[in-house]
């Protein structure tokens, strides 16, 4: 988000019309204001009507964004239908190429749920999955958020409301994933009414104490030893994530992928002649300090790959991790090293504190492990890691979404920094 309030736009097609105020401008309404809606998708799919979006978000500029969707209820009660042509051009070229792409030759990598007929399809399956646990659906899926990576609905059903969740290619593991760590820890993640892994489709339980703010850390000091047993206990059942298709993200693989990162991002070309020396000198001290980290003796386990206060649920008593997106197979203390991030932001206290309080439970579980080293060394390897994390998702989604822009960069220089202060 930038300073100022965005204006969302809504586009609400039909073939080559398009529905308009009185007045003959698109409907709009500003992100935040209106029904209480937690993302500015789930607003616009219910804004004129029941809708969902037929292509991703445009940037129209720094705070206009226009939403293109498609009517899965009756017409508005107020305002009228008119033709695109009668639309401004700028907004007038995006609703059109919207529309074509949404019936015609979508963009290559971009994901099926602005593809036509696929809502139908996943309520189809949800009333199969409903049916086998005595539950019936009472309505239409409703959007909480659709973007490039992940569609989020909300189903209400007649014994309260499950929650679905379809990733990207890039993430078709997710559901799986979380299938295989909820028989083993369920406890710790969100409870699974049903699977559909060749799809990546996944439909859960509602989760108490999700705060769209973001877990306090409380949550995560509660997590912290929890979430270490679950990763030492994963040892036991690690070809079972294999066989869900976890990511193997380990040493070898994490520095190879960081390597062709810096190699061929284009975002790299945004830093300055001193930056580009600097992370020449930086690479070889990185590497070496990465095999140092998986050289103290810490095997690879489960990982979540990206545990901040917004993927943990937290209710005072209990918490859960959801979001699992980048769950993979790779060392322990990257997991450990975010959750000390956001304990130490919201205490202000000092990270490197943090991180040695957090991992305490690895020191015990491996007496013969060089655990002060591997504390010392995590953080820096945390941002290689999510380096590689953001490039491989640039390349893995629809071009031009802009979802992730700026990333890849903004974390190269961390790594310099990081480097340069040692």
Same mark, same amino acid.
């Given at each position: 988000?930038?300073?100022?309030?965005?204006?969302?736009?809504?586009?609400?097609?039909?073939?080559?019309?398009?529905?308009?105020?009185?007045?003959?401008?698109?409907?709009?309404?500003?992100?935040?204001?209106?029904?209480?809606?937690?993302?500015?998708?789930?607003?616009?799919?219910?804004?004129?009507?029941?809708?969902?979006?037929? +292509?991703?978000?445009?940037?129209?500029?720094?705070?206009?964004?226009?939403? /293109?969707?498609?009517?899965?209820?009756?017409?508005?009660?107020?305002? !009228?239908?008119?033709?695109?042509?009668? %639309?401004?051009?700028?907004?007038?070229?995006?609703?059109?190429?919207?529309?074509?792409?949404?019936?015609?030759?979508?963009?290559?990598?971009?994901?099926?749920?602005?593809?036509?007929?696929?809502?139908?399809?996943?309520?189809?399956?949800?009333?199969?999955?409903?049916?086998?646990?005595?539950?019936?659906?009472?309505?239409?899926?409703?959007?909480?958020?659709?973007?490039?990576?992940?569609a989020v609905h909300v189903v209400p059903t007649d014994r309260g409301p499950v929650w679905f969740k379809a990733s990207c290619e890039h993430f078709s593991a997710e559901a799986a994933i979380v299938e295989t760590v909820a028989r083993h820890v369920p406890d710790l993640v969100p409870e699974v009414v049903g699977v559909e892994r060749d799809r990546g489709w996944l439909l859960t339980e509602p989760l108490p104490g999700v705060d769209t703010a973001g877990a306090p850390a409380e949550a995560a000091t509660a997590l912290a030893p929890l979430?270490? #047993?679950?990763?030492?206990?994963?040892?036991?059942?690690?070809?079972? %994530?294999?066989?869900?298709?976890?990511?193997?993200?380990?040493?070898? @693989?994490?520095?190879?992928?960081?390597?062709?990162?810096?190699?061929?991002?284009?975002?790299?070309?945004?830093? @300055?002649?001193?930056?580009?020396?600097?992370?020449?000198?930086?690479?070889?001290?990185?590497? =070496?300090?990465?095999?140092?980290?998986?050289?103290?003796?810490?095997?690879?386990?489960? #990982?979540?790959?990206? %545990?901040?206060?917004?993927? /943990?649920?937290?209710?005072?008593?209990?918490? !859960?991790?959801?979001?699992?997106?980048?769950?993979?197979?790779?060392?322990?203390? %990257?997991?450990?090293?975010?959750?000390?991030?956001?304990?130490?932001?919201?205490?202000?206290?000092?990270?490197?504190?943090?991180?040695?309080?957090?991992?305490?439970?690895?020191?015990?579980?491996?007496?013969?492990?060089?655990?002060?080293?591997?504390?010392?060394? =995590?953080?820096? +390897?945390?941002?290689?890691?999510?380096?590689?994390?953001?490039?491989?998702? @640039?390349?893995?989604?629809?071009?031009? @979404?802009?979802?992730?822009?700026?990333?890849?960069?903004?974390?190269?220089?961390?790594?310099?920094?990081?480097?340069?202060?040692?």
């Amino acid at each position: 988000m930038t300073g100022h309030p965005r204006n969302i736009h809504v586009a609400l097609t039909d073939g080559d019309r398009v529905w308009v105020d009185d007045d003959g401008r698109l409907p709009a309404f500003e992100q935040g204001q209106w029904g209480g809606a937690a993302t500015a998708t789930a607003g616009a799919s219910r804004f004129l009507t029941d809708a969902v979006h037929l +292509a991703p978000v445009v940037v129209l500029d720094e705070t206009n964004r226009l939403h /293109v969707v498609g009517a899965r209820g009756g017409a508005p009660s107020r305002g !009228r239908w008119a033709h695109t042509d009668d %639309l401004p051009e700028d907004v007038r070229t995006q609703v059109v190429r919207s529309v074509r792409e949404h019936w015609g030759t979508p963009p290559a990598r971009r994901p099926d749920w602005y593809r036509p007929g696929w809502h139908d399809e996943v309520e189809a399956w949800i009333d199969t999955v409903l049916a086998d646990t005595g539950r019936s659906r009472t309505g239409p899926l409703r959007t909480h958020r659709v973007w490039s990576i992940s569609a989020v609905h909300v189903v209400p059903t007649d014994r309260g409301p499950v929650w679905f969740k379809a990733s990207c290619e890039h993430f078709s593991a997710e559901a799986a994933i979380v299938e295989t760590v909820a028989r083993h820890v369920p406890d710790l993640v969100p409870e699974v009414v049903g699977v559909e892994r060749d799809r990546g489709w996944l439909l859960t339980e509602p989760l108490p104490g999700v705060d769209t703010a973001g877990a306090p850390a409380e949550a995560a000091t509660a997590l912290a030893p929890l979430w270490a #047993a679950a990763q030492i206990s994963s040892l036991d059942w690690i070809d079972e %994530l294999r066989r869900a298709g976890a990511p193997d993200r380990g040493l070898e @693989t994490t520095l190879t992928a960081w390597r062709e990162a810096l190699t061929t991002s284009p975002e790299l070309d945004a830093l @300055t002649a001193d930056e580009q020396a600097a992370l020449s000198e930086a690479i070889p001290v990185v590497e =070496a300090r990465v095999r140092e980290l998986w050289a103290c003796g810490f095997p690879d386990t489960l #990982a979540h790959g990206d %545990l901040h206060a917004g993927n /943990v649920a937290f209710d005072g008593a209990g918490v !859960r991790v959801f979001d699992w997106s980048d769950g993979c197979l790779t060392h322990p203390f %990257l997991d450990g090293t975010h959750l000390a991030h956001w304990i130490a932001q919201e205490e202000g206290a000092e990270v490197g504190d943090r991180v040695h309080t957090v991992l305490l439970p690895w020191r015990d579980a491996f007496p013969g492990a060089d655990f002060d080293r591997a504390v010392e060394l =995590a953080p820096l +390897a945390d941002l290689v890691f999510q380096t590689v994390t953001f490039d491989a998702l @640039t390349r893995g989604i629809e071009a031009g @979404t802009g979802d992730f822009d700026g990333v890849v960069v903004m974390l190269t220089r961390k790594v310099i920094e990081s480097v340069i202060a040692q």
